[in-house]
């Protein structure tokens, strides 16, 4: 059982650049969610979704858009990289209880 | 909107003692989370409080939850080295929906 798997592990762009990152799960999970995490600041959450073909802002969206075409698979997407937007990134699912995380996607914007 | 705040931010203690990690939160909450992070890992779940009293323990670790406080507490007893990571508390409020809001965390350092 791989619970939540991202890919890639680890990125380094130029600015401007554009990526995706996926998360995957194989729990059926209703919830994704998408978070970065910066030194000294938390979890901050980019967006989530609660269910397949759908998605909603959270915290901290801008520069960033995501998909929900499949249950198992929710996509984050950077169009132009910003230095700013050099962070982890994780991913993680739940049904109804506890929240399953990935193992994190270092991502450097130079 | 939902804030969480942990205090403190920064423990060091020595191994045998004991101390409390506490997670404030401002509004009413369906459900709060309690994670431990290694360094460059991901967040490992330790507890989930559902409900007003909630007490759960877990090895050295014991974790309670008053809602009408809106507080929360992490209690370390006779910590040991192993011990040492960044924990975090998270919040789902009653208007959230599925969202969890993360404190800034604690990290706690143990020394021999």
């Known amino acids: 059982n791989a619970g939540v798997t991202q890919t890639p592990k680890f990125r380094v762009l130029k600015t401007g650049q554009s990526m995706t990152l996926l998360c995957a799960q194989d729990m059926n999970h209703e919830y994704m969610y998408w978070y970065r995490q910066d030194p000294g600041m938390g979890l901050r959450l980019i967006h989530y979704?609660?269910?397949?073909?759908?998605?909603a802002k959270g915290e901290v969206p801008d520069g960033y858009n995501v998909s929900r075409l499949k249950k198992q698979n929710f996509l984050l997407g950077l169009e132009s990289a910003a230095p700013s937007q050099t962070s982890v990134y994780f991913c993680a699912s739940t049904g109804t209880g506890e929240l399953f995380f990935g193992e994190g996607s270092r991502l450097t914007v130079l | 909107e939902l804030k969480v705040e942990q205090n403190p931010l920064f423990l060091s203690m020595q191994e045998g003692k004991n101390y409390t990690i506490y997670c404030n939160y401002s509004?009413?909450?369906?459900?709060l989370y309690w994670y431990r992070q290694d360094p460059g890992k991901s967040l490992e779940s330790l507890f989930v409080?559902?409900?007003?009293?909630a007490v759960k323990q877990e090895g050295r670790l014991m974790a309670s939850l008053d809602t009408k406080a809106r507080l929360s507490t992490l209690h370390i007893t006779a910590a040991v080295h192993d011990l040492s990571a960044t924990y975090f508390c998270?919040?789902?409020?009653?208007?959230?929906?599925?969202?969890?809001?993360f404190g800034e965390g604690t990290q706690l350092t143990v020394n021999p």
């Open positions: 979704s609660v269910g397949e073909g759908t998605t």
């Open positions: 409080l559902l409900s007003n009293g």
């Open positions: 509004t009413t909450s369906d459900r």
């Open positions: 998270a919040v789902v409020g009653e208007t959230s929906g599925s969202r969890l809001t």
